[in-house]
């Protein structure tokens, strides 16, 4: 908020942290991996 150059660093260290401590609890973190898989799935079937 105060600097537009810290917020994506710091926003991404955030994610990282979150998904590094809790890859089942994190909002963003677990909807990315999960789309992903889902659309492989697809893709080989």
Request: no cysteine; glycine share 6%.
């Amino acid at each position: 908020m105060a600097q537009p150059e810290e917020n994506p660093k710091r926003r991404m260290t955030f994610l990282s942290k979150r998904a590094l401590a809790a890859p089942s609890s994190s909002g963003p973190g677990k909807i990315r991996p999960r789309a992903g898989r889902l659309k492989s799935e697809e893709k080989n079937h």
